[in-house]
């Protein structure tokens, strides 16, 4: 019904930079909010950066100032990750609150498939 792809990922230095970016499709009549998660080795799923659909933007403490969510359609949402770290490692999840035509009174969230992000020297 609802499909996100993320891309993006890959190996970068510390200090260095990456955008995410994830694109929806399928039976979605619209999309509430979109966001972020990452999850790292033997750790939990944790947010990272959430966007409304009227662009109010929240970021974990540990990426404030570093990172940016933001969406240029309605369907698609980046992360512009800066001064990356090695604690940023993770694989990065995308999410979307979805409203889909075939129900429109309720909100369903759904998740891409991830993609790896490294930074390692």
């Known amino acids: 019904q609802v499909q996100l792809v993320e891309s993006g990922g890959g190996l970068v230095q510390p200090g260095g930079s990456l955008r995410l970016s994830c694109a929806a499709s399928?039976?979605?009549?619209?999309?509430?909010?979109m966001a972020w998660y990452r999850q790292a080795p033997g750790k939990q799923r944790e947010l990272v950066a959430s966007?409304?659909?009227?662009?109010?933007s929240n970021y974990v403490d540990s990426v404030k100032g570093r990172f940016t969510i933001s969406r240029d359609n309605a369907r698609t949402v980046y992360l512009q990750m800066n001064s990356l770290k090695p604690e940023d490692t993770a694989v990065y999840y995308c999410?979307?609150?979805?409203?889909?035509?075939?129900?429109?009174?309720?909100?369903?969230?759904?998740w891409g498939q991830g993609t790896q992000v490294t930074v390692s020297s």
């Open positions: 999410k979307a609150n979805v409203r889909i035509w075939s129900s429109l009174t309720s909100l369903t969230d759904y």
């Open positions: 399928g039976s979605i009549a619209s999309i509430n909010s």
């Open positions: 966007i409304t659909s009227g662009g109010i």
